[in-house]
């Protein structure tokens, strides 16, 4: 899919993230392989500050619960890998279990060129659709690559009630490849190393990261320390 190439700054950055994502047990990840915590390939000794160069939670980010939450988790991500599966849908649970105290954002941190276009497609469908069906389509993407499905993500974007027409067009555009561009040069500066990665904003100021995939107890535990 030439066309969806990614601009040069992706390219450049992804020198450096290939590396790091190597030396934390990213590289021989794929649809067949099992869900795992990344945490064990963390050293949680190196004290990491970079988190506090986040770009601030803005109308262009795409918000899962309330956006008035004391705590909000921003996770970059690349929705065809397995720990931001994983990850996905310990964050959902996170949400409905703390009721309007945290809330979920999600950047696009593309692993390779070739997830891209899903990236793209999510955009498409949620500046069609609205911005629940931006979730929608997490949800179904996720559900489809753990079961092994063949996923076209137009006839999901279809299926999530999308104009053929109007979602081609957007599609076979490259509008949001700025954004997607943008999302992940933040991830880089914010000390992104494999995906996911999140980092803990609360009342506006990134205040700490979670870097992998832990189970919900930690991520809890990390919460719960900013809601006192």
Partial sequence: MDKYSIPVSIIIAGVFVAGAVILSNFHNFGKGDSLANVSDAVDVEEEN???????PISDSDHIFGDKNAKIKIVTYADMECPY?????????TVVAEYGG???????HFPLDESTVPVAI????????????KFWS????????????????VKDMAVSLGAN???FSDCYDSERFLEKIDGNYNDGMVSGLQGTPYSVIFADGTPVDVIDGAYPIEDVKAAIDQYLK
């Fill in 49 to 55: 500050t970079m988190y506090l160069n986040a770009l």
């Fill in 164 to 166: 053929s027409g109007e």
């Fill in 84 to 92: 931001c599966i994983s990850f996905e849908g310990t964050m959902r």
């Fill in 101 to 107: 105290q945290v809330a979920w954002v999600y950047r």
């Fill in 137 to 152: 389509f997490m949800e179904k993407f996720s559900s489809d690559m753990i079961e092994g499905e063949d996923i076209d």
């Fill in 121 to 132: 497609a999510s955009e498409c469908l949620a500046d069609l659709e609205g911005e629940e």
